[in-house]
């Protein structure tokens, strides 16, 4: 019967994943993705990076920008201390309803906030509507002509602190060269690239990880 690619992985999550275990969780997408259908996940290979900036970080308060099936979703929030909050938005509400139930089969929806709706909508409303002081840790994941205009976003909205850190997936595939840009010529930031490959491929993708200054 007619399914969507976000509806097999889930499926697959389903059988192969032990619940409550979010190592299973990832595991068991990375399977899938690497030996049945792609899917834009970080993936195993950069996700190894994001682990370590997670972990580094150590965040009370971190933001994602696009959810989709909730894989990255997973491996940060798996990282986080307790008492930790993860502000995850999607604006596809059908990756929503897949993304909530993988968070779920992973028991990390108490630490876990999904909101749908666009990014550009949703940063202005965090501080009044959702009660957030300010971001230690951002990852963008979204639509890559999003990145520059949402970090400058953040920064008008008075979301980032001396020494938030900001990590942007993709900056190479499909890349993100405003972005990049901004954030290795600014001042304001401290800029880092970390060589990767592009998920479940030998094409090279990286992470920028930026530390905002004030
Ligand atoms: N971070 C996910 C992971 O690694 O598992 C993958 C995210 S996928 C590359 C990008 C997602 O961002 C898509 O699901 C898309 O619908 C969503 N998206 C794109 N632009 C957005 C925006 N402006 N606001 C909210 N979600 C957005
Ligand atoms: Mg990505």
Known sequence: TWST????????????ATRGDPQSVISAIDNFCRHKEWAMNVGDEKGAILDCVVSEVNPS??????????????RIARLLPPETRLITLEFNPDYAVV?????????????????VGASGDLIPQMKQQFGVKE????????????YLLDIKLLEECG???????????????????EYLEYVRTNPRYESRYFKSHLEYTKVEDGLEKSIFLG
Request: charged share 25%.
């Open 5 to 16: 690619r976000p509806q097999r992985l889930l499926k697959a999550v389903q059988k192969k």
């Open 159 to 177: 979301l980032l602190r001396r020494g938030t850190v900001l990590l942007a997936d993709n900056v190479i595939c499909p890349g993100t060269p």
């Open 99 to 115: 993304a909530r139930q993988v968070i779920a089969w992973a028991g990390l929806q108490d630490k876990v906030e999904l909101v």
């Open 135 to 146: 971001f230690d840790f951002v990852f963008l994941d979204h639509w890559k002509d999003r």
């Open 61 to 74: 308060t971190a933001l994602e920008l696009g959810t989709y099936c909730g894989y990255s979703t997973v």
